[in-house]
């Protein structure tokens, strides 16, 4: 009996204790509004946290399914971008680049096997004799100079890039400026340098370096690079660095360029050697 009765005094005691604190509440409600602001934040806050739980719960459950129809999608557009390039690489193979500038002849060419992390780099290319492709003939983008074709096959030919130490370009420091050897300065893919350049010239960082034309190779007035940062070699000449415009990390395409004089022009300056 006694444990009867101090049950049922407990279970009075806490309704009692239940009952003061919801009337506590309700008086602070009605008694001052910057407690019932307080009160309607705590209400909010409170209803955020289990409707942000709920969102994760959902969003978890529903991740599998998210991930699949985002994996559908890039592979359609994957499927778009190679269609696109496809069309757009046949589109200038059979219209943009059957053409020539001058008496230069320019042939399309995508690059099929290329090194670019030695000091000798190369790249091989899809034309060789069958189209037309002969060596000595220039590599070029529209970003600037890319090499020399060295070696032919039937469908394949060998160039030697500007990323190599045996090739120099005859470049000029704007339309009017300086002409020098263009070479790689061996360090970046981006970099490259002009050296031997006389005292009395001046030369102005962000100087747009140009093809001279004064050779048989390239044509005259591609943008190349633009030039740097200035040094005195040895007291008596200029050193010039040029950032290259063509990302040689990114190439893929170029255009083949033939100069239809070329060989007129050897034959002069054989004859007048003599």
Do not use: C
């Not at 006694?2 to 008694?31: C, D, M, P, Q, T």
Request: net charge neutral; hydrophobic share 40%; aromatic share 8%.
């Amino acid at each position: 009996m006694a444990g009867e009765r101090k049950s049922y005094a407990f279970a009075i005691n806490a309704a009692v204790f239940l009952f003061l604190e919801i009337a506590a509440v309700i008086l602070l409600g009605h008694s001052s509004s910057l407690q019932d602001i307080w009160i309607n934040r705590a209400s909010h806050r409170v209803h955020a946290a289990i409707w942000g739980g709920s969102e994760k719960v959902l969003n978890y459950f529903t991740l599998d399914r998210q991930n699949r129809s985002l994996a559908a999608e890039n592979l359609e557009l994957s499927s778009v971008v190679r269609e696109f390039g496809q069309r757009d690489l046949s589109w200038r193979e059979n219209h943009l680049y059957d053409s020539q500038i001058g008496r230069f002849k320019l042939t399309p060419a995508t690059i099929v096997k290329a090194s670019r992390n030695s000091q000798h780099n190369y790249i091989v290319l899809n034309k060789g004799s069958e189209d037309g492709v002969k060596p000595q003939t220039g590599i070029v983008t529209t970003n600037g100079v890319v090499g020399v074709v060295s070696s032919v096959g039937k469908h394949f030919s060998y160039g030697i890039t500007l990323m190599n130490p045996r090739i120099s370009v005859s470049a000029r420091i704007g339309l009017t400026g300086l002409v020098a050897p263009l070479e790689w300065d061996g360090k970046r893919s981006d970099g490259a340098v002009m050296r031997n350049l006389p005292l009395h010239h001046e030369i102005n960082p962000g100087d747009t370096v140009w093809t001279s034309g004064f050779s048989s190779v390239f044509p005259s007035d591609i943008p190349v690079g633009v030039t740097g940062k200035v040094r005195l070699i040895d007291g008596s000449t200029n050193e010039v660095s040029v950032r290259l415009f063509q990302d040689f990390s990114a190439l893929r395409y170029v255009i083949i360029t033939e100069n239809l004089d070329r060989e007129e022009i050897a034959a002069v300056e054989k004859e007048g050697e003599k």
